[in-house]
Nanobody
């Protein structure tokens, strides 16, 4: 059973940057696809970014392309999301996800989420 814990959220001004981290425990994630989702108030959870087990393939939702970057360190059992040029519409709870499958949109294991607030 994989447990995921997110960190790095906070309050930032428009145009600022944040780096989210997801630490896995309980089992290795080196064979898992990993991803980040977010859920804004009153909205459904949406996919943000995904990465395959080796880190060689990534996928982003259109609204974050060129601003966000997902990466992983299998030796440390961690996944990161570098977020730049943040906008108020990026405000949401961000969730880390994992799945042992050939997918870039993993949805089997979930973290508790970390709040990101972008002020205008």
């Amino acid at each position: 059973q994989v447990q995921l814990i997110e960190s790095g959220g906070g309050l930032v001004q428009t145009g600022g940057s944040l780096r989210l981290s997801c630490a896995a425990s309980g089992d290795t994630i080196s064979d898992c696809a990993m991803g980040w989702f977010r859920q804004a108030p009153g909205k459904e959870r949406e996919f943000v970014a995904g990465i395959n087990w080796s880190g060689s393939i990534t996928l982003y939702t259109d609204s974050v392309k060129g601003r966000f970057a997902i990466s992983r360190d299998n030796a440390k059992n961690t996944v990161n999301l570098e977020m730049n040029s943040l906008e108020p519409d990026d405000t949401a709870v961000y969730y880390c996800a994992a799945e042992r499958a050939t997918t870039l949109v993993p949805q089997d294991y979930w973290g508790q989420g970390t709040q990101v607030t972008v002020s205008s």
